[in-house]
């Protein structure tokens, strides 16, 4: 998940820890914690969305219009008078596409494992999606990325490639496919977490201690 991590672990990573912890009242650690197990989560979920061709054509059309990457340039202004409600209903229009009727078992699951309670970790999340996409958009247009196959081999990419990520993949898809208890979440997030590569300290090393707690 190496792009993923990178993600979080930059200076604009930080400044969104900072700004959604803000937002939502929470503290940086819990939010950190939430972000860095709801981010695999949702770009395994477009990942999923991805494999069918009309996903992958409607997330392409989304990541060349809408979000192409503009909302990580000014995240001082985002976040510096509240986020703005146009980025929160576009948030929860891309949470109930990308995980549909699986959302508040998402929220559940990230809920229990950060003892965040679930209306909050549904604000972060209508937060973090357009931010994720606006990521997913710039890296899109970074490497002239044009047809579904090459998309999907870069949401590959960022999850980390590999034997490894094909195993994230199917542990996401099992979680959002399944109507388990969610449990399926520890796995996953052993898999994002290891790898042993992380900055120690940080978010790196809080992402890194999540789950030895």
Same mark, same amino acid.
């Given at each position: ?23 939502? *009242? ?5 939010? /950190?914690?939430? +972000?860095?197990? $709801?981010? !695999?989560? #949702?770009? @395994?979920?477009?990942? =999923? ?65 950060? *003892? ?5 970790? /549904?604000?972060? +999340?209508?937060? $973090?999606? !357009?931010? #994720?996409? @606006?990521?997913?958009? =710039? ?65 790196? *090393? ?8």
């Amino acid at each position: 998940m190496s792009g993923l991590l990178e993600l979080l672990n930059s200076p604009m990573g930080k400044q969104l820890v900072s700004g959604v912890a803000g937002q939502t *009242g929470q503290s940086e650690n819990k939010t /950190a914690d939430v +972000l860095s197990m $709801a981010m !695999p989560l #949702l770009m @395994g979920a477009m990942k =999923k969305n991805a494999s069918t061709p009309g996903g992958a054509q409607g997330l392409m059309n989304a990541l060349s219009s809408k979000h192409d990457g503009g909302i990580l340039d000014d995240l001082g202004g985002l976040f510096g008078g509240g986020v703005d409600q146009n980025v929160m209903d576009d948030g929860a229009g891309i949470l109930g596409h990308v995980f549909g009727s699986k959302q508040p078992q998402v929220e559940n699951a990230l809920s229990s494992k950060s *003892g965040i309670d679930a209306g909050s970790v /549904a604000q972060i +999340l209508k937060i $973090a999606a !357009p931010i #994720l996409l @606006g990521f997913l958009g =710039k890296q899109t247009r970074q490497q002239n990325v044009s047809s579904p196959d090459a998309l999907s081999g870069l949401l590959g990419g960022l999850m980390g490639g590999g034997s490894t990520a094909n195993k994230q993949q199917s542990l996401i898809e099992s979680f959002l496919d399944s109507d388990g208890d969610g449990s399926v979440i520890d796995d996953l997030a052993g898999m994002v977490l290891s790898g042993g590569n992380q900055k120690k300290g940080g978010i790196g *090393g809080l992402l890194g201690g999540l789950f030895g707690k």
